[in-house]
């Protein structure tokens, strides 16, 4: 990974917690739990889920790629998080908040980085041998599978209440 590359990757996962804010911003009340389906996560959810993962996940993992030689890093079980943790009955903005945090943290880290540190590398549970830059684009993959589901989320919901109404006006 060039400096251009990493900048590039480094630029999308500060603009992440905005991209979420931005989507989620017409979401309000109720919206905020609704789920299309039981295996789909709702918006808070959705937020819980990058908090968690940005906190024991990508936190713990470029720390332990930066301290240790070929570290051992864990996979987290999103899917169990959640329903082990309730994130449905979350408040959204704490949880919100909380992910910006964790993931400013990050980027402190990463903007600190000397170029050969990208390099250092560690076994990835599920995924196997990893660099640190491979970790990152991990990241922003993560990152912009989840503004995805977001904007669908935002867009069904959307959808669904207009219907709603048009139902209701009929």
Known sequence: MNGEEFQD??????????????????LIGSD??????ADEFSAVEQVC???DIEREG???RIRKLLAEERPQLPDI???????ERD??????????????????ENLRTLRELAPEQLGRSGVLDGVGEITLAGLLLLMREHDQA????????CERRAKMKDESAATQAV
Request: glycine fraction near 4%; charge should be negative; aromatic fraction near 12%.
């Open 9 to 26: 990757v480094v630029n999308f996962l500060e603009g992440t917690p905005d991209a979420i804010l931005q989507l989620s911003g017409a």
């Open 32 to 37: 905020l739990t609704w789920k299309p389906a």
């Open 49 to 51: 889920h990058l908090r």
């Open 58 to 60: 990508y936190c713990v």
């Open 77 to 83: 079980d999103g899917s169990r998080l959640a329903l």
């Open 87 to 104: 994130y449905n009955r979350q408040d959204f903005t704490t949880a919100f908040q909380e992910f910006a945090q964790a993931r400013e």
């Open 146 to 153: 989840h503004r995805r589901e977001m904007a669908d989320l």
